[in-house]
T-cell receptor
Framework: DAKTTQPPSMDCAEGRAANLPCNHS???????VYWYRQIHSQGPQYIIH???NNETNEMASLIITEDRKSSTLILPHATLRDTAVYYC?????????????FGTGTRLKVLA | DTGVSQDPRHKITKRGQNVTFRCDPI?????LYWYRQTLGQGPEFLTY????????KSRLLSDRFSAERPKGSFSTLEIQRTEQGDSAMYLC????????????????FGPGTRLTVL
């Protein structure tokens, strides 16, 4: 079973920040938080990952709470092309673990 | 483009036929994964390879399914005697296990092969 829970859907106005929450209350010390998105009929696209510090790249920012039990993916200026299903995944990066366990994700709809 | 590639992108077949899909991972990645995704669900793990060794198979991978990665490069996934329940998107991903035991890269996914069984 997936170790994360996400709201099934969210709407966001174009040009506004999209804040996508993820709960991972049972996360362990070696587990990273990964975010992917999947645009209709394409493979999942990597967005960002982090352990405990906030992270930012050209696509998004990842805010992880101090207790690491939840995180938020922020798309600072959402565009129509950001409409997709967003998946939050926790995974250990040590060699003994490998597969991702996906939940059902959050379907983000960016509105014009 | 040096990303993960999959072929074909779409396959329509009749029930009972055999189908084979191919995945070419990112060239320096030594681990390769197959996932299956049905409508409205997240991808589900099927199997993975480290180099040419198949190290785990999910219980989702019935005996009609077989995967190979003969030289540790590309991989094939074959489904024999297809059933309508096999209709899904089949996704391939790859990453690297580094020398010190840490996964040094995230998994990168290919575009998928969408299978429709009539």
């Amino acid at each position: 079973d997936a170790k994360t829970t996400q709201p099934p859907s969210m709407d966001c106005a174009e040009g506004r920040a999209a804040n996508l929450p993820c709960n991972h209350s049972t996360i362990s010390g070696n587990e990273y938080v990964y975010w992917y998105r999947q645009i209709h009929s394409q493979g999942p696209q990597y967005i960002i990952h982090g352990l405990k510090n906030n992270e930012t790249n050209e696509m998004a920012s990842l805010i992880i709470t101090e207790d690491r039990k939840s995180s938020t993916l922020i798309l600072p200026h959402a565009t129509l092309r950001d409409t997709a299903v967003y998946y939050c995944i926790v995974k250990d990066r040590t060699s003994g673990t490998y597969k991702y366990i996906f939940g059902t994700g959050t379907r983000l709809k960016v509105l014009a | 483009d040096t990303g993960v590639s999959q072929d074909p992108r779409h396959k329509i077949t009749k029930r009972g036929q055999n189908v084979t899909f191919r995945c070419d991972p990112i060239s320096e990645h030594n681990r390769l994964y197959w996932y299956r995704q049905t409508l409205g669900q997240g991808p589900e793990f099927l199997t993975y390879f480290q180099n040419e060794a198949q190290l785990e198979k999910s219980r989702l991978l019935s005996d009609r399914f077989s995967a190979e990665r003969p030289k540790g490069s590309f991989s094939t996934l074959e489904i024999q005697r297809t059933e309508q329940g096999d209709s899904a998107m089949y996704l391939c991903a790859s990453d690297t296990l580094g020398v010190e035991g840490w996964v040094t890269d995230t998994q990168y996914f290919g575009p998928g092969t969408r299978l429709t069984v009539l």
